[in-house]
């Protein structure tokens, strides 16, 4: 049986006025039927202009692109059927409701009479009692959940959500996944994106990483996690910390965290603070997670992407 996603060897070169920018540079990888797959990486590392090339929207510098074995350049109706995405970017009409949307949207497939699996779609993801509101009524976090809808009505499947829960609450995040995840035990493959990384952490057995368009990582997300083998500590304090420890910690406010391998590094590491007179709150350890391997991936790479003039 053919991967459902192949990414064979795929460059894309953008011209813009400052000369040819490289935003991806021969990105390889597969993403195996069933799969709940998490592709990573910060801004501008190119996750969107690959999702653009698989939806066939760009074009690949070079390189190609298949879902179960068809091309998306060669015969993009048929991939366009199998894929669901739901694009980074809101698009929707404003003068159609939710429901004349999604019947729009099924009509399109060639869909008629969708009607049951579409009440089923606005059940999963809580948006029932806005049926018949027009799609300019909806606050910003329900068109995203509209968008979501829109790239299943015609059961593809493969599902790729472009950062689907950026501007969601809580609540509706976690409705959408419960509801992903069903789709994806019900045999659906899913490529996510995502900058929650707890979230890939959460749902996906396999992570690839992206940065400044080249591939960094490709591995199951356990195996990523075993290789950030450290614990962190993790305190608060208004003091500033001795450069010796600031060194191997990142801050956000005032709350620090700091990589420690073992038991004997916690204790020095406070005895170093007490004896510098910093006064910790709020100390605690835990295990490295995803955003740990994350940022230690980050820094060991160099992040300037190449311009050709
Ligand atoms: N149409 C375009 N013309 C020129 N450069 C582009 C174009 N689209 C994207 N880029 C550049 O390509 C790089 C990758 O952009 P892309 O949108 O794929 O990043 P991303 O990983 O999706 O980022 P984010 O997390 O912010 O969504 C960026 O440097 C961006 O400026
Ligand atoms: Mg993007």
Not at 280 to 294: G, H, N, Q, S, W
Request: hydrophobic share 45%.
């Amino acid at each position: 049986m053919s991967a459902a996603l192949v990414f064979d060897r795929v460059s894309k070169r953008y011209a813009t006025a400052r000369g040819a920018f490289d935003a991806l540079h021969s990105v390889h990888f597969e993403v195996q039927p069933g799969e709940f797959f998490a592709l990573l990486g910060p801004n501008g590392a190119g996750k969107t202009t690959l999702i653009s090339i698989l939806a066939g929207l760009a074009r690949p510098s070079s390189g190609r692109v298949s879902v179960f074995g068809v091309d998306v350049q060669r015969d993009p109706m048929q991939a366009r059927r199998w894929l669901g995405i739901v694009p980074q970017e809101l698009v929707f009409d404003p003068f159609f409701t939710v429901r004349e949307a999604l019947r729009f949207q099924s009509g399109y497939f060639g869909i008629r009479r969708n009607d049951d699996w579409i009440d089923e779609l606005l059940a999963g993801l809580g948006l029932s009692d806005k049926a018949e509101t027009n799609m300019r009524q909806l606050s910003g976090g329900m068109k995203r959940r509209v968008m979501v809808a829109q790239a299943l009505v015609h059961r593809p499947r493969v599902i790729v959500l472009d950062e689907p829960t950026a501007g969601v609450d809580v609540e509706l995040r976690q409705t959408l996944w419960a509801f992903i995840a069903r789709l994806n035990r019900a045999g659906s493959t899913v490529l996510l994106t995502t900058h929650y990384l707890e979230e890939a952490e959460a749902l996906c057995s396999r992570v690839a990483m992206l940065r400044a368009g080249r591939l960094i990582a490709l591995e199951r997300t356990a195996e990523l996690l075993k290789r950030a083998s450290s614990n962190v500590l993790r305190f608060k304090t208004d003091q500033a910390l001795p450069a010796e420890i600031a060194q191997r910690a990142r801050a956000t406010g005032r709350i620090w965290q700091v990589k420690v391998h073992d038991a004997v590094e916690v204790e020095q590491t406070l005895a170093a603070l007490r004896q510098a007179g910093v006064v910790l709150e709020d100390i605690e350890v835990r295990k490295a997670d995803l955003e740990d391997v994350f940022l230690e991936l980050m820094a060991a790479q160099p992040a300037t992407a190449e311009v050709h003039t």
